[in-house]
C-alpha cells in the first residue's frame, strides 16, 4: 500500500467494493485535509452514530479478504479471454489487471444494451456504461466456477452472433 499511496496527497480506499465489507471507506491524508473532510462530510449530513458496527465490518474484510482479491483479479481474466475471443468486441484497456473488465461494442454488433440483455439472458450481468460500452465486474461473491461458466455463456452467446439493428 505505501508503495503505490506514495504518489498522492490523500487516497480513498472502499472496504465494501473489493473486500466484501457492508459498508465503509477510509480516507487517508494529512492531518488538515483530513479535519477539514470530517467537516465537510458532517455539513452534508455523512455523521454516523453506530460507526463501530461499520468498522467491525471492515476491520473484519480487511483481516480476512486481502490475500483473496488476486482470485478476482485471475476470474476477471477468464471473462476477458472470452470478451477478447468475440468480433466485434474490443478491451480497454486491453491488459485486464484488476477485477473490471471494460469492452466496447462496434456498432455492427449492436449496443451495450443488446450485449446486456443477451448475456442476462443466461444469468451473466454485465453493466451498460455507455451505449457502446460494458463493464464485468468480479468480487467476493464471484466463484472461478462462476467466472468460467459466465466465460462460456459469453463464447455461446456473443461469439456466433451476427450484427444486429442496434435498440436506439
Not at 487516497?11 to 483530513?34: D, H, M, N, R
Not at 472470452?82 to 466485434?88: E, Q, T, Y
Not at 450485449?115 to 451498460?128: D, E, N, P, R, T
Request: charged share 25%; net charge positive; proline share 4%.
Amino acid at each position: 500500500g505505501k508503495e503505490w499511496a506514495k504518489h498522492f496527497d490523500t487516497i480513498s480506499v472502499c472496504f465494501s467494493k473489493g473486500l466484501g465489507a457492508p459498508i465503509g471507506s477510509c480516507l487517508v491524508g494529512t492531518k488538515e485535509f483530513v479535519t477539514r473532510a470530517k467537516r465537510i462530510r458532517k455539513l452534508f449530513g455523512g455523521g454516523m452514530r453506530q460507526a463501530g458496527a461499520a468498522a467491525a465490518g471492515a476491520l473484519y474484510a480487511f483481516d480476512h479478504h486481502i490475500d483473496r482479491l488476486a482470485d478476482d483479479h485471475r476470474n476477471a481474466q477468464v471473462i476477458a479471454e472470452a470478451l477478447r475471443d468475440v468480433p466485434g468486441l474490443r478491451l480497454d484497456p486491453p491488459d485486464v489487471q484488476t477485477n473490471l473488465v471494460w469492452f466496447e461494442i462496434d456498432p455492427e454488433f449492436g449496443t451495450a444494451k443488446d450485449i446486456q440483455a443477451a448475456l442476462g439472458k443466461h444469468g451473466v450481468l454485465v453493466s451498460s456504461t455507455a451505449p457502446q460500452w460494458c463493464r464485468a465486474c468480479t468480487h467476493l461473491d464471484v466463484s472461478a466456477t462462476q467466472a468460467e461458466r459466465a466465460a462460456d455463456v459469453i463464447r455461446r452467446a456473443l461469439r456466433t452472433r451476427a450484427p444486429v439493428a442496434t435498440s436506439s
